[in-house]
Structures are given as structure tokens and as C-alpha cells.
């Protein structure tokens, strides 16, 4: 069964650090690209980063630049993101997704993990 599981989620102070893991079953990570997406309460959803198979190109929205940092570890078959100096803005359900090729559109991933909640509040 394929599936994608998130977790790292939780409550956090500004300016905080968090790092959120997505963790595959059912087929190996390090054939597809994978997405991290958010979608904050009323918002669609947006692509914050992804990192490319092979040669493991990274891409990150401009707003997140400097402060998030995606990777894997295909020993263990999971991504992360790190994610440093957060902000209120950044609060919002955090997805990964499996697809591809890198790109921030939510159809071009075929593979969704459930969500993990992050939440910056003091």
C-alpha cells in the first residue's frame, strides 16, 4: 500500500525551529520528487518546497528562503524539512507529496500524505 506519512508538526514560539519528516511505504522515495505544500485556514493550498530525484536539485518559495531547508535520506526512505525562524504567517497544515518532477502545482504530484499541524503563537 502506498502511502505517505507526515509527522514533526506541534506548536511553536516565533521564531522557532521545527522539523517535519515525510516518511514513504509501499515504494521508494528516491524515485519520485517530493513537495512539501501548506494550506493555512481559508487559503489554498501552496508549494513551499521540493526536492528533485537524482540529482536532488532543491527549490523553495520565495518566502521561505534562508529559513527552510529540504533533504533526504533514502536509507530511510524519508524527506524532511527543516524549518527555522518561524513565523505566524507559517502556520498552516503542512503536506508532502510524491510526484515527477519538481513544481508547486497540488495536480502535478500523485502521492499525498495526510498533514501535520504547525502552529506559530506565542
Known amino acids: 500500500q502506498v502511502q505517505l506519512v507526515e509527522s514533526g508538526g506541534g506548536l511553536v514560539q516565533p521564531g522557532g525551529s521545527l522539523r517535519l519528516s515525510c516518511a514513504a511505504s509501499?515504494?521508494?522515495?528516491?524515485?519520485?520528487?517530493i513537495g512539501w505544500f501548506r494550506q493555512a485556514p481559508g487559503k489554498e493550498r501552496e508549494g513551499v518546497s521540493c526536492?528533485?530525484?537524482?540529482?536532488?536539485?532543491?527549490f523553495y518559495a520565495d518566502s521561505v528562503k534562508g529559513r527552510f531547508t529540504i533533504s533526504r535520506d533514502n536509507a530511510k526512505n524519508t524527506v524532511y524539512l527543516q524549518m527555522n525562524s518561524l513565523e505566524p504567517d507559517n502556520t498552516a497544515v503542512y503536506y508532502c507529496?510524491?510526484?515527477?518532477?519538481?513544481?508547486?502545482?497540488?495536480?502535478?504530484?500523485?502521492?499525498w500524505g495526510q498533514g501535520t499541524q504547525i502552529t506559530v503563537s506565542s
Open positions: 507529496a510524491a510526484g515527477g518532477g519538481c513544481n508547486y502545482y497540488t495536480s502535478g504530484y500523485d502521492y
Open positions: 509501499g515504494f521508494t522515495l528516491d524515485y519520485y520528487a
Open positions: 526536492i528533485s530525484h537524482g540529482v536532488r536539485s532543491t
